[in-house]
């Protein structure tokens, strides 16, 4: 049974930081890229950042949005996927979810059950 699931989201004023983690279980996790989504409320679910295997030089990518601010980060023998955010922004208050897709095989999917994360005063 694959499970991803989130933790170190809440409130937070702007300015602040919060690192969010995902802990996988039941996927070969090396073999994952490994993304952060959000959903802001009436708003379509965006990806905010990427990182690609290890052995694919685990690349990152971000949303222009999050550039700068934001890093995710991995650590494979911890089965664990980090979203460091710094400066946060009102406008970066969403539910951010963990989504980890197999390299090869595009029918693994799999997704966190999300995190709140609130900015504001």
């Known amino acids: 049974q694959v499970q991803l699931v989130e933790s170190g989201g809440g409130l937070v004023q702007p300015g602040g930081s919060l690192r969010l983690s995902c802990v996988a279980s039941?996927?070969?996790?090396?073999?994952?890229?490994m993304s952060w989504y959000r959903q802001a409320a009436g708003k379509q679910r965006e990806l905010v950042a990427t990182?690609?295997?290890?052995?694919?030089?685990?690349?990152?990518n971000y949303v222009d949005s999050v550039t700068g601010r934001f890093t995710i980060s991995r650590d494979d023998p911890k089965n664990t996927v980090n979203l460091q955010m710094n400066s946060l922004k009102p406008e970066d208050t969403a539910v951010y979810y963990c989504?980890?897709?197999?390299?090869?095989?595009?029918?693994?999917?799999?997704w966190g059950q999300g995190t709140e994360v609130t900015v504001s005063s």
């Open positions: 990182i690609t295997r290890f052995d694919s030089g685990g690349r990152t």
């Open positions: 989504n980890a897709q197999h390299s090869l095989l595009r029918g693994s999917n799999y």
């Open positions: 039941g996927i070969i996790f090396r073999r994952y890229t």
